[in-house]
């Protein structure tokens, strides 16, 4: 249907509404309405939205798609009021939004659209929304299911998940890759044999365990990149309001990989460190660990007032070094900080990245001497992994599913194990 058609010369009943301030604005938006509703859908505008949805037509609407701009925020009052209205009607309410300031875009989110989608609209995006809204409500979460966050209000869920931290004290150390790529190993649950390390038969058939991704570096994160997702408003709403946060604004704020991970990726735009406070943190940690077993987290390399939070919180805190000068002094002066503020540093479980090969025996003395000067532990040395790791990464796929023979994925894969296998045994000695 065109843009100018009125709703009384539809056919058939009417399901859906564009509304928008201009008759002839947002014409990708209209484009896109035509070829997903075909001719069930109509056009207003703000003021005629609000007569509309007290009229018998609009019982059969099932969403609306508020289209706004920057000139719109002078009337954020109207645009409040029609997602107002039609939330009590029961109608969904998907918001399009262009060249509009965070803090307009948050009000409106806050009066309760479903779903948020930037103009011009990325392809298929309109499309992906609306089916997302047309889902129904998901049912009480079986502990025995498959399923991801299927928990509805605002109580925080029956888990008690391990923290496990990746910090990179370098640029480019890695702790992106080891974070996602750890996520992935675990969420594959126990190795089928059942022969090492003495467990028991029953632990290996137990189902994969829920992993839940988190990217706190509000600046530069690129756990969405690596995973091939795409960045939300939704993220951004989360974080500038924790205190609202209930199951349900957590796990909309949540995106699936492959049906084994939810990620909690970066806010759309690069955003200051300090939007977030430590109870803030506090929450989402508190939330993601009551609905998941393993809660990954990569850290910003900057260090922060929340980064305590974060490590008291954490089981295992990795920090990420390589054998250069820098990784060594960033070490030192980390080590210096946590002392200093009495803050746990033995959680710090140090990773060193492309280290050496086995048959280097000068590297190997060199990261001998380099744990010496420092005074710290290499518990783990993590082999090169080469172009494949990096290429693995700019097209969105995890070692395992890309590169499964690279080596530093058979070293991830053996860590990954080694946590389930402590898990596994924890939860054994409690039954």
């Given at each position: 249907m065109s843009a100018s058609a009125t709703l009384q010369a539809d056919p058939s009943p009417i399901v859906a509404c564009t509304i928008r301030r201009e008759p002839d604005g947002f014409e990708l938006l209209i484009e896109d309405m035509e070829t997903v509703m075909g001719d069930?859908?109509?056009?207003?505008?703000?003021?005629?939205?609000?007569?509309?949805?007290?009229?018998?037509?609009a019982e059969t609407l099932e969403f609306i798609a508020m289209a706004i701009d920057a000139e719109d925020e002078e009337n954020l009052v109207l645009l409040g009021e029609v997602i107002t209205q039609a939330r009590a009607q029961g109608i969904k309410v998907i918001l399009i939004a262009e060249d509009v300031s965070p803090a307009a875009l948050h009000q409106l989110l806050r009066k309760g659209a479903?779903?948020?989608?930037?103009?011009?609209?990325?392809?298929?995006?309109?499309a992906a929304a609306i089916s997302r809204i047309q889902q129904p409500d998901p049912e009480p979460e079986n502990e025995h299911d498959g399923h991801i966050m299927t928990r509805t209000g605002g109580g925080k869920g029956d888990r008690n998940g391990a923290v496990l931290v990746c910090h990179g004290l370098s640029g480019g150390s890695g702790a992106t890759t080891l974070a996602v790529n750890i996520a992935y190993e675990l969420s594959a649950g126990p190795a089928k044999t059942g022969k090492k390390r003495g467990r028991k038969k029953k632990a290996t058939d137990a189902p994969p365990p829920k992993?839940?991704?988190?990217?706190?570096d509000l600046q530069y994160g690129s756990v969405g990149t690596y995973l091939d997702l795409p960045r939300r408003e939704a993220v951004y709403e989360l974080l500038s309001d924790t205190e609202a946060m209930d199951a349900d604004v957590f796990r909309q704020a949540l995106l699936g990989f492959e049906d084994r991970i939810s990620v909690l990726t970066a806010p759309t735009e690069m955003l200051p460190l300090d939007l977030i406070t430590q109870d803030d943190v506090q929450r989402i940690i508190d939330m993601a660990r009551s609905h998941f077993d393993f809660v990954i987290i990569d850290m910003p390399k900057t260090i922060v007032q929340w980064t305590e939070?974060?490590?008291?919180?954490?089981?295992?805190?990795?920090?990420?070094?390589?054998?250069?000068?820098?990784s060594a002094q960033n070490t030192q002066r980390l080590k210096r900080a946590l002392q200093a503020e009495e803050l746990p540093v033995e959680k710090l479980r140090y990773v060193l990245n492309r280290a050496p090969k086995f048959t280097d025996l000068s590297g190997r003395q060199r990261v001998k001497r380099l744990a010496e000067t420092l005074d710290i532990a290499i518990e783990l040395q993590f082999p090169d992994g080469g172009r494949q790791v990096t290429q693995g990464a700019d097209h969105g796929v995890p070692l395992g599913a890309a590169i499964p023979k690279n080596p530093l994925r058979r070293e991830i894969q053996k860590l990954a194990q080694s946590l389930l296998d402590l898990d596994y045994a924890a939860a054994e000695a409690e039954a």
């Open positions: 069930k859908w109509g056009d207003l505008g703000f003021a005629e939205a609000l007569m509309f949805f007290n009229q018998p037509e479903d779903e948020f989608v930037p103009y011009p609209l990325p392809e298929n995006e309109l992993v839940c991704l988190l990217d706190l939070t974060v490590l008291n919180e954490a089981q295992v805190y990795f920090a990420l070094i390589e054998m250069d000068m820098r």
